[in-house]
């Protein structure tokens, strides 16, 4: 069974930077379309980065796009998040996730079967 931990989050200044971490066990992440999700208080959990199981290729929701990149590392089975120039509005719980599917259009968390617990990030001066 596949397990993700998350780590990383933190607060932060507004226009500061973050990397979240998340480790997978149980299985290679190159079998596995991999992403990044967040949930704020009161909203639905939006996806916000992917990088497809094969090929590699990345998606961003529109809002992050240009400060935030998704990677991995699949020697160490670790995928990463690094958010630069963060906003109050990026304030949320981020959880990553794994999928065997691949993802079209929109990242839509009911694709992804697994899922980490989570790791909170708040943007405050």
């Known amino acids: 069974q596949l397990q993700l931990v998350e780590s990383g989050g933190g607060l932060v200044q507004p226009g500061g930077s973050l990397r979240l971490s998340c480790v997978v066990s149980?299985?290679?992440?190159?079998?596995?379309?991999i992403g990044w999700f967040r949930q704020a208080p009161g909203k639905e959990r939006e996806g916000v980065s992917a990088?497809?199981?094969?090929?590699?290729?990345?998606r961003y929701v529109d809002s992050v796009k240009g400060r935030f990149t998704i990677s991995r590392d699949t020697a160490k089975n670790i995928m990463y998040l690094r958010m630069n120039s963060l906003k109050p509005e990026d304030t949320a719980t981020y959880y990553c996730?794994?999928?065997?599917?691949?993802?079209?259009?929109?990242?839509?968390?009911?694709?992804?079967?697994?899922w980490g617990q989570g790791t909170q990030v708040t943007v405050s001066s």
């Open positions: 149980g299985s290679s992440l190159n079998e596995y379309t």
């Open positions: 996730a794994a999928t065997r599917a691949f993802v079209i259009g929109t990242i839509d968390p009911r694709t992804f079967s697994s």
């Open positions: 990088i497809q199981r094969t090929g590699g290729i990345t």
